[in-house]
C-alpha cells in the first residue's frame, strides 16, 4: 500500500497524468502471473501441510532443483529441442500438404459437401486412438511419432483452409475471370489472401492438437521428447522431473503460441479480417 | 459516326436465348426467345420487373452460365465463358478488400501482362475520370459504398474491354451518391466509347443513361419494347434531364410499360407453361 502510494507521488511530481497509468500497467502485467502464484501457493500449503513422501509430492522449491539440474546437464535442452524440432517439422508439412488440400476441396462446391462430414469423422478419431496402429505399423520410432503430430495437425488445417476458400464470395472470382485471370491467378490473388486469416486459426488449433499429440506419443514410443522425459521419471518415481517436465511443455506451449502463433494470427486477422467489406 | 456506315456493327447478337435453372422447388425458367442486338459503341439499358431474367441474360453475356437454349454472339462468335474483352461490373463485393484502390484498379492490366509504367499511367487517368484522387492508396473498408463502386468501374474501364456488362450497379449506394454516379458514368462514356449494357430497375436511370431502352417482360422474361432515347452523346445531367419534356415523355413511356408487367395478375401462356414444366 506504502510502495504504491510512493510510486505514485513520485512520479506524480514530474507527471501528474502518468503516474496512475504506469502503476496500473505494472499491475495488470502481474494479473497475467497471479494465477500461477496462486497455483504455486496452493501447492506448496498442501505439501507443507501433511508429510508427504518423496515418492508422491514434492515441493516447489524441489521441482526447481530438478529443472535447473536438468537445464545445466544440458539433458532439458535435449528433450524440449527434440519436441520442438517435431512440432515444427509436423507443422511445415501440414502446411505444405493441407493449405493446396484445403483449396482444391474449398473451391469445389461437391467435393467440399462429400468430404466435410468425413473431416469430421476424422476429426473425431484424435491423433492417440491411431497409435496402436502406428505402432504396429512403424514401430516404436520418430516416423510413429510425426505420422500421429501430422494427422493431428493436418486435419485442422485442411478444414479451416476449405472454409476460408468457402467464405469467399464467389464475386470476387467472377470478376477476375472477366479480367481473364487464370485459376492459378485467382489461387494467388484470390483464394490465398482470402483464406488467409482462416488459415491461421487452423494452424493455431492444429498446433495445439499437434503439441498434445506429440507428448502423448512421443510417452509410448519413448524416442526422446519431453513426454519420454516425464514418462520415463515415472519410472524411477522420480515425482520432481515429472512436475519439471510438465511445467515445460504448458510453458514451451505458451511461448510456442503466444510468440509466434498468435502474433502471425493477430497480424493476419486485424490487417486482412478488417479488410473484409 | 464513321463506323455506323459500316454494316456489319452488332456487337452482342442474343437469339432464342431460353434458360431454365435449378432452385429447390424445381426448375425455374428464368427467360422465354429472348432476342437482342447491340451495337458497337452503343450503351443499351435493359429493365424489367424483380426476377424476369435480367441477370441471367448478362451472366449469359459475361460466359458465367451457358443457356439452355439458343446462341449468345459478341463479335459475331458464341460466347464460351469469361473472357477480357467482355468486362463486368457488380452491384457489390467485387472489388478485393486486400488491394488498395491503386492495385485494384490495375488488376486487370497487371493480368493482361502490361508493364508497370503503362499500368500506372492508365490507372492515373482513370483515378482522375472518377474522381478517386487522393484515395489511391486506402483499402476498400476505408471508402464510403459510392467510392468502391467507382474502384469497381474505374477497374473495369483500365482492363479496356470491348463491351461492358453492368449489373444494377449502383441499386446498393445511397440515393445522393447515385445521382453523381451515374452523371459520371455519362462522362466516362463519352470520354471513351464503349459497347455498354446496363441492368437496373430503376426507369429513371435507364432513360437517364442509355440510348436505347430495353423493357423486359415478367419471367420468363423476354423483350417486351425497345425505346429510343436521343441525344446521350452529347452529355447529360440531372437538372436538364428533369425538365426536359421530351426525356420525361420517354420515361413515363417506359415507367408505363414497366408496370405493365408488374401490374399484370392474369396468368400468361408462358407462366402456365413453366408450371407445367414443372408438374
Known sequence: MSMVSATSASTGLSRPASGPAIVWRQLRAFRILLPFVALVGV????YASADFSPQVLVSPLAVWRAFVNLVTH???AEYASTSLRMIGFATALSLIVGVPIGFAVGVNRYAAHTLESFLRFLQGISGIAWLPLAIIWFGFSHTTTLVIVIYTLIVPIIFNTMIGVRAIPETYTLALRSLGASRL?????????GALPSIVVGLRLGMGYGWRALIAAEMLVRQGGLGDL????RTFGQIDRIMTGMIVIGCLYIVVDRLIVQPIENLTVAHWGALRQ | MIERDTPSQDKIVVSGFRHFFETADGPVQATDHLDLMIRAGEFVTLVGPSGCGKTTLLKALAGFIRPTEGTVLCDGKPVQGPGRERGVVFQELAILPWRTVRRNIGHGLEIAGVSRLERERTVARLIELTGLAGFEDRYPHELSGGMRQRVAVARTWAADPDV???DEPFAAVDAMTRLTL?????RLCTATRKTVLFITHSVDEAVFLGDRVLVMTRRPGRIKAVIDVPGRAAGRDWESFKIDAGLQAIAEQVLRLVREERGATAPSAAMTHAIGARA
Not at chain 1, 516425464?230 to 521419471?233: D, E, R
Request: aromatic content about 14%; cysteine-free; glycine content about 8%.
Open chain 1, 230 to 233: 516425464i514418462f520415463g521419471a
Open chain 1, 74 to 76: 544440458g539433458v532439458m
Open chain 1, 185 to 193: 491467378r485467382l489461387v494467388r490473388d484470390v483464394y490465398l489472401p
Open chain 2, 182 to 186: 451515374q452523371e459520371e458514368l455519362v
Open chain 2, 164 to 166: 461492358i456488362l453492368m
Open chain 1, 43 to 46: 501447492w506448496w500449503a498442501i
